[in-house]
């Protein structure tokens, strides 16, 4: 059964770094797009960031310049690196991918900011 697990959350003050994992089983990360996204309390799921097989990556206005997912293909896993954390990225953070047109997600991580 494939199953992705997010990792690396935690509590945080305003301006500081997180780095977010995602690992990966029975499916390998590194020929399908893999997508970090986040869900705030009260607010619709939010995209964050892609990484796609090829490795080109692309990310939300929201983080751009701030986060930066990349993939170690030996571990089978994502990250995101978070800097600069504002109280407005507080969220559980899900990572997702897709085989065969099916979708598969993690439990999430809770990331929060404090100001």
């Known amino acids: 059964q494939v199953q992705l697990v997010e990792s690396g959350g935690g509590l945080v003050q305003v301006g500081g770094s997180l780095t977010l994992s995602c690992t990966a089983s029975?499916?390998?990360?590194?020929?399908?797009?893999v997508t970090w996204y986040r869900q705030a309390p009260g607010k619709e799921r939010e995209w964050v960031a892609v990484?796609?097989?090829?490795?080109?990556?692309q990310y939300a206005d929201s983080v751009n310049g701030r986060f930066a997912i990349s993939r170690d293909n030996e571990e089978n896993t994502v990250f995101l690196q978070m800097k600069n954390l504002k109280p407005e990225d507080t969220a559980i953070y899900y990572c997702?991918?897709?085989?065969?047109?099916?979708?598969?997600w993690g439990q999430g991580t809770q990331v929060t900011v404090s100001s």
């Open positions: 997702s991918t897709k085989r065969l047109n099916r979708e598969y």
């Open positions: 029975r499916i390998v990360l590194s020929t399908n797009a």
């Open positions: 990484i796609v097989s090829g490795g080109v990556k």
